[in-house]
Structures are given as structure tokens and as C-alpha cells.
């Protein structure tokens, strides 16, 4: 069983930076595309950024254009979400997902077949 687990969420003053991790156990990460959502309260969970098995293809929604980065490290297991110049309206509940497709999509979370239990973002003075 595939498991996922985020990390690097906080507090940040808005125009600051957050990096979030996604710790992936149970199988080896190269057999999986990831993708990072998130989920403000009253809003519907939407797709950030996400990159497919290879890393060679990345998506971004407008959101994130130009402020936030994503990359993998299969060896570590790892991805990251690196969140620069945050905005109140960043705020939300950031998941790390999983699909065994080849490439990542970022229109449906039920394309993605595994979750983490999510790491809250809150961008405040």
C-alpha cells in the first residue's frame, strides 16, 4: 500500500516562502506521478502543480504560475512544493496525491488513487 505524507506547512507572513514535502513509503516513487492539491474551507479541493513519473513534464495551474515550483527526487522518495510570494488567498489545506499514469493531470482529484493527510498553509500578517 502506497502511503503518503506532507510536511513543511505553517504560518507565513504574506509575500514569504514555504517549501512542502511529500514523503512516499511502500513503493519505490518512480512508478508514480504526483500531483499537489489543495482545499480552502468552503472551497472545492483543485490542482496546484504536478509532475509526472519521469519529472520531465510538469503542469501548473494559473494559481501558481510563476510563484511555485515543484521537483522529485525518486532516490529520496521525495517531492517538493516550493511556494514563493504566498498570498492570503494561498491559505488551504495543501495534499500530496498519487496516480501510477504516466503523465499527471491536475482537472480531477479522482484521477489520483492515493492521498496524504494534508499539512495546513496559512498566509496571514
Known amino acids: 500500500q502506497l502511503q503518503l505524507v506532507e510536511s513543511g506547512g505553517g504560518l507565513v507572513q504574506p509575500g514569504g516562502s514555504l517549501r512542502l514535502s511529500c514523503a512516499v513509503s511502500?513503493?519505490?516513487?518512480?512508478?508514480?506521478?504526483i500531483g499537489w492539491f489543495r482545499q480552502a474551507p468552503g472551497k472545492e479541493r483543485e490542482g496546484v502543480l504536478c509532475i509526472s513519473r519521469s519529472g520531465g513534464s510538469v503542469k501548473y495551474a494559473d494559481s501558481g504560475k510563476g510563484r511555485f515550483t515543484i521537483s522529485r527526487d525518486n532516490a529520496k522518495n521525495t517531492v517538493a512544493l516550493q511556494m514563493n510570494s504566498l498570498k492570503p488567498e494561498d491559505t488551504a489545506v495543501y495534499y500530496c496525491?498519487?496516480?501510477?499514469?504516466?503523465?499527471?493531470?491536475?482537472?480531477?482529484?479522482?484521477?489520483?488513487?492515493?492521498w496524504g493527510q494534508g499539512t495546513q498553509v496559512t498566509v496571514s500578517s
Open positions: 496525491a498519487a496516480t501510477s499514469t504516466w503523465l499527471c493531470t491536475l482537472g480531477r482529484s479522482s484521477d489520483y488513487d492515493y
Open positions: 511502500g513503493f519505490s516513487l518512480s512508478y508514480y506521478s
